[in-house]
């Protein structure tokens, strides 16, 4: 069973920096992508960031320039750089792996999702 652990999240003034760091165990075969989805109070869960196993990176409109996404495939870890942050920042954050796994009936893809880290960031 993969599981995955986050780490990072806190509480920072605006203009502050964090880091988010997901690391993944388990019985993965292959990394498909990694990425990073936040859910503010009463809105819905949205995608920040994403990154694939060859390193090809996509950002949401509103954290592009100041966030920064990267992955250590041999770590089965995956980052997320948050620079600049904004109140609006505020949320939770969950890191997602898609990977492939061998179970009983062959190779096929899964996805999961960490536990979330609350980042709050303050005005």
């Known amino acids: 069973q993969v599981q995955l652990v986050e780490s990072g999240g806190g509480l920072v003034q605006a203009g502050g920096s964090l880091r988010l760091s997901c690391a993944a165990s388990?019985?993965?075969?292959?990394?498909?992508?990694m990425g990073w989805y936040r859910q503010a109070p009463g809105k819905q869960r949205e995608s920040v960031a994403g990154?694939?196993?060859?390193?090809?990176?996509n950002y949401s409109d509103s954290v592009k320039g100041r966030f920064t996404i990267s992955g250590d495939n041999a770590k089965n870890t995956v980052y997320l750089q948050m620079n600049s942050l904004k109140p609006e920042d505020t949320a939770v954050y969950y890191c997602?792996?898609?990977?492939?796994?061998?179970?009983?009936?062959?190779?096929?893809?899964?996805?999961?999702w960490g536990q979330g880290t609350q980042v709050i960031v303050s005005s």
């Open positions: 388990g019985n993965i075969f292959s990394i498909n992508a």
């Open positions: 997602h792996f898609s990977v492939n796994e061998e179970r009983a009936g062959g190779l096929r893809e899964y996805d999961h």
């Open positions: 990154i694939t196993g060859s390193g090809r990176t």
